[in-house]
């Protein structure tokens, strides 16, 4: 069976653009949550999605946006860019809502911003 | 086998060794618990989880346990091997709030 697809897995940007991102989730998951990861640190919670609603969001600006779609795929968009958003973005997906399971994550989409 | 009482960055220790990786978390709340192996270029892959009503649970080669008392986690990895080398993350949750996830531990297993 496939596990998260992210794509793509590489993006490099400059300031001020703007970028969408995109997750695959495990076949029969339904719930799809967004992390950034900054060089050296554990990955940080921005979304999470169930049903296409959101149902958390991390400590983020509101400069990032995301969305599911009605065959549980997700889309996270993050508008004008700034050298700080570097990182590698990881999707992760599981069976349901809520977060007291566990959650299996993508190889993520890295992104330099210059 | 190599153990660390407290958090360190980085455990290195021989091929065959018993590994041992800590954890402490913030939240007396927290009542699920995950480990995490992430290897270079790759997301985080799911190693063992277990919740607050437990203290130990073992899997393929790992065993993790919790106590709760000292709000410490930890993950014993048997018979290190080669491909064990990664960084190692904890993270916590609690009903309604999102994974957060500990300082990673950085596992090299030299042969």
């Known amino acids: 069976d496939a596990g998260v697809t992210q794509s793509p897995t590489h993006l490099i940007k400059t300031r001020g653009q703007h970028v969408t991102l995109r997750c695959s989730p495990i076949?029969?998951?339904?719930?799809v949550s967004w992390y950034q990861q900054v060089l050296g640190q554990g990955p940080q919670f921005i979304f999470q999605y169930y049903e296409k609603e959101e149902r958390g969001r991390g400590n983020f600006p509101d400069r990032f946006s995301a969305r599911q779609f009605p065959n549980y795929s997700s889309e996270l968009n993050v508008n004008a860019l700034l050298l700080g958003d570097s990182a590698l973005y990881l999707c992760?997906?599981?069976?349901?809502?809520?977060?007291?399971?566990?959650?299996?994550f993508g190889d993520g989409t890295r992104l330099s911003i210059l | 086998g190599e153990s660390v009482g407290l958090h360190l960055p980085t455990l290195s220790v021989q091929e065959g060794d018993n590994s041992i990786i800590n954890c402490a978390y913030s939240?007396?709340?927290?009542?699920?618990f995950i480990w995490y192996k992430q290897e270079s270029g790759k997301g985080p892959q799911f190693i063992i989880d277990?919740?607050?009503?437990?203290d130990k649970r073992q899997g393929q080669r790992v065993t993790v346990l919790l106590n709760k008392t000292v709000k410490h986690l930890s993950l014993q990895i048997a018979a290190t091997q080669p491909g064990d080398s990664a960084v190692y993350f904890c993270?916590?949750?609690?009903?309604?709030?999102?994974?957060?996830f500990g300082k990673g531990t950085t596992l090299s297993v030299s042969s």
């Open positions: 992760a997906s599981s069976l349901e809502g809520g977060y007291n399971q566990p959650q299996h």
């Open positions: 939240n007396s709340a927290s009542d699920y």
């Open positions: 993270a916590e949750t609690q009903a309604g709030t999102a994974l957060i």
């Open positions: 277990i919740r607050s009503n437990m």
């Open positions: 076949s029969g998951h339904k719930s």
